[in-house]
């Protein structure tokens, strides 16, 4: 089973819609990252979380951290055609939070929207 | 932020020889790694890029196949030697700027399709 577990796989929207990402693992997540990922490009980085009860924002997307460290989620307030892409979710989840850049990745969610 | 560049940025091979990519970063950095993300699959780490010594590889994958150069703190190559269909995939060098940094930038990958 992966360590990193990402919802929904593959997520169709109307343009304004919001919608939410979610990142679980059963381990502590030390440090987590989330990423945009265009078909067959590189990863752009999104927001870095690593206390727990944590929340960022940038333009219309919002990042949590619980407080338990396990679970992060990611929230996008009126989805745009812009936003479509993969969203992945990497951590370090290493004990101490010592395995900097050493990350273990989801699977990714398939974020469409539509016009 | 680091920019980072990658040549090439794809490449279709004949299987039996070998790819040398290249990481090339705007700043120095810390840290470098080398990721593969296999068709549909997210990413999975190959190693470390040390400075001036040997790569750290992680379990599953070993020097004699992918064997990795970091001579400054700006540059890294990774090689695909004695390529096979199973080697296509996209290969992603990131960097860490500085240890305890809260930020981990991707290139832009290198699609490789082996024949």
């Known amino acids: 089973s992966q360590e990193l577990e990402q919802s929904p796989q593959s997520l169709i929207v109307q343009e304004g819609k919001n919608l939410t990402i979610n990142c679980t693992s059963s381990?502590?997540?030390?440090?987590l990252y989330w990423y945009k990922q265009k078909y067959g490009e590189g990863l752009i980085f999104l927001m870095m979380?690593?206390?727990?009860?944590e929340e960022k924002s940038h333009e219309k997307i919002t990042a949590k951290l619980d407080e338990k460290k396990q679970q992060s989620s990611l929230h996008i307030t009126a989805s745009q055609p812009s936003h479509a892409g993969i969203y992945l979710c990497?951590?370090?989840?290493?004990?101490?939070?010592?395995?900097?850049?050493?990350?273990?990745f989801g699977q990714g969610t398939i974020l469409t929207v539509h016009p | 932020s680091a920019v980072i560049s990658q040549k090439p940025s794809r490449d279709i091979c004949q299987r039996g020889t070998s790819l040398t990519i290249q990481c090339q970063v705007d700043?120095?950095?810390?840290?470098m790694f080398w990721y593969r993300q296999q068709p549909g699959q997210s990413l999975t780490l190959i190693a470390t890029a040390n400075q001036g010594s040997e790569a750290t590889y992680e379990s599953g994958f070993v020097i004699d196949k992918f064997p990795i150069s970091r001579p400054n703190l700006t540059f890294s190559t990774l090689t695909v030697s004695n390529m096979s269909p199973e080697d296509s995939s996209i290969y992603l060098c990131s960097v860490v700027s500085a240890v305890g940094s809260d930020t981990q930038y991707f290139g832009p990958g290198t699609r490789l399709t082996v024949l």
């Open positions: 700043s120095q950095v810390t840290m």
């Open positions: 381990k502590t997540l030390y440090g």
């Open positions: 979380l690593q206390k727990g009860g």
């Open positions: 990497g951590a370090d989840m290493n004990a101490g939070g010592t395995s900097y850049g050493k990350l273990t």
